[in-house]
């Protein structure tokens, strides 16, 4: 249920609800609450640890002190049956942060509040604002939990338009969508104090959009999530069937596809021995459908306490599907890493209960990402995980086609029109069998420093930057066969 269905439960006599969402949204959900207040004919009041009086909501959408002193609103609530008015507590019912619980005393106030101001006369309804809510199963049944969703595009249409109305030009329609797109994810409030601050130092669209992405980066870094880097190939050469399963769900996106009932995969492992492109193909993946990317990592979306980890991995899922609207790839790189000792229960079981929300996450989200995970150790992930996934991609090391192209791609980073005689192609692709890609990438590399150095021991510095880097395939199988891990001494042979 979300905040919509607030005025649903007024009339159906539910007098206390929570409404999960984070601080920033505070005015705004009072602002919904004083028209549903206006109508019944009563009086807002709000409160939090940080005041000592109720506060009054009044028609300039302030708050002012009121003549009620209060040091903790569930008793307050309980002690003054004889107030009309709609109530909003914020923290009134957050959880201790180590154990994740509730008192026995709140629990036993939110209960008694459920049973008193319903069968009292005075009408009062209270709603606690909470970021983040789990009740206990004995206040399950009695209290509904709305959630204040992100704002859709439409919303975040209407918010900039207002707000940035000097910036729009009638050339701007690209521009303004992709500051729409930029903005998802954050939550209205946030948003409008985000925008109000950054139009001061901006004078164009590109700088704003600029901002807003700052601005989401650094909080999602805080979370552990990163919007990808740029991988340092433009391809991943030689996976052929993966590009075409990328391709094919790419055109799910369409959305012709609703109309026949066909939705985004929910989610592809893509499983392997160390180097072999996973991370790669997963980063370019998001690039080949056209749409954005966020990587989170798994072990670091935990948070001090088993309540913190719940709560951040909530939000997260919350905002991929706030930007999932048109698609979105979410991609957690070394996936089983995550879940080493996951049947242990040796860290209190929150791997388990983490999975667990992922995993139901996974089936009942409707919103369109994809969700990529690259492990070495497929036993790692718990079963029932690894069944919710659509595709489980195996990359192995590459074949001689496949090695091929490889050395092509790597090769014109750093010798821009090389190539060699079939016979040279034929020796060198022998010689580096049982290389991964990332081996190759490497050797590449090594064997151009080496080229490079030997430049710079013949040519002055000044030449350097023009001067080509010659190579030959023995210079390649030099690099490959020079010995893994030299001593750092140079070796002295003695007489
Ligand atoms: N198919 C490929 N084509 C071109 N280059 C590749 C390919 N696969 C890997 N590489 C090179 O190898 C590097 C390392 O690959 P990547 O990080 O994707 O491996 P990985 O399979 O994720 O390894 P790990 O299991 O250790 O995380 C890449 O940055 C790229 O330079
Ligand atoms: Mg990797």
Redesign the pocket.
């Known amino acids: 249920m979300n905040l919509s269905h607030l005025p649903l439960l007024f009339n159906s006599k539910q007098t206390v609800i929570t409404i999960e969402s984070p601080i920033t949204e505070r005015f705004k959900i009072l602002e919904f609450v004083y028209e549903l207040a206006q109508n019944k004919l009563l009086p807002l009041y709000f409160w939090n640890t940080g005041y000592s009086e109720l506060q009054l909501f009044n028609d300039n959408q302030r708050l002012i002190s009121t003549k009620y002193k209060c040091f903790s609103g569930l008793s307050w609530l309980l002690q003054h049956p004889d107030v009309p008015g709609i109530f909003v507590f914020e923290g009134a019912i957050s959880p201790d942060i180590l154990t994740g619980m509730l008192s026995q005393q709140t629990e036993m106030m939110l209960s008694n509040l459920v049973y008193d101001l319903d069968a009292n006369s005075v009408p009062r309804f209270l709603i606690c604002l909470e970021n983040y809510v789990e009740l206990p199963h004995s206040l399950t049944p009695l209290i509904p939990v709305l959630v204040n969703p992100l704002p859709s595009a439409i919303a975040i249409t209407t918010l900039v338009q207002d707000l940035c109305d000097c910036k729009l030009t009638t050339n701007s329609t690209q521009q303004l969508e992709t500051l729409i797109r930029t903005c998802l994810g954050l939550p209205l409030g946030e948003l409008e104090m985000l925008l109000k601050r950054l139009s001061r130092f901006t004078h164009t669209l590109e700088e704003l959009i600029d901002g807003v992405l700052n601005y989401k980066k650094s909080k999602l870094k805080g979370q552990g999530v990163e919007f990808i880097s740029e991988?340092?190939?433009p391809?991943?050469?030689?996976?052929d069937l993966l590009e075409e399963i990328l391709e094919r769900a790419a055109v799910l996106l369409k959305p012709e596809a609703k109309q026949h009932n066909l939705s985004f995969p929910k989610g592809m492992i893509?499983w392997?021995?160390?180097?072999?492109?996973?991370?790669?193909?997963?980063?370019l993946a998001a690039k080949k459908m056209g749409v954005p990317m966020v990587a989170a990592d798994w072990a670091a979306l935990r948070g001090a306490t088993a309540y913190e980890s719940r709560k951040n991995l909530r939000e997260f899922l919350q905002f991929c599907d706030a930007n999932g609207e048109h698609g979105l790839v979410l991609y957690f790189?070394?996936f089983d890493k995550g879940f080493a000792g996951f049947d242990s229960d040796r860290d209190g079981g929150v791997s388990r209960q983490l999975a667990g929300k992922l995993l139901t996450w996974m089936q009942e989200r409707t919103s369109q990402v994809l969700v990529m995970a690259?492990?070495?150790r497929l036993e790692f992930l718990p079963p029932e995980l690894i069944r919710r996934f659509d595709e489980i991609i195996f990359?192995d090391l590459?074949h001689t086609g496949?090695r091929y192209?490889?050395f092509k791609?790597?090769l014109a980073k750093y010798f821009p029109g090389l190539d060699f005689c079939e016979k040279d192609w034929l020796r060198l692709l022998r010689e580096t069998k049982l290389l991964?890609?990332?081996?190759?990438?490497?050797m590449v590399r090594k064997t151009a420093e080496e080229i490079f150095y030997q430049n710079a021991q013949k040519f002055p510095t000044s030449e350097l930057g023009k001067r080509p880097l010659n190579v030959s395939v023995r210079d390649f199988l030099e690099v490959r066969y020079a010995k893994r891990r030299p001593s750092g001494y140079r070796t002295l042979l003695l007489a």
Not at 235 to 239: F, I, P, S
Not at 272 to 283: D, I, N, Q, Y
């Open positions: 991988p340092d190939v391809q991943a050469a030689g996976l893509l392997g021995p160390p180097g072999t492109g996973k991370s790669l193909s997963a980063k790189d070394d690259t492990v070495n990359v590459p496949a192209e490889i791609l790597h991964t890609p990332a081996e190759i990438a490497l």
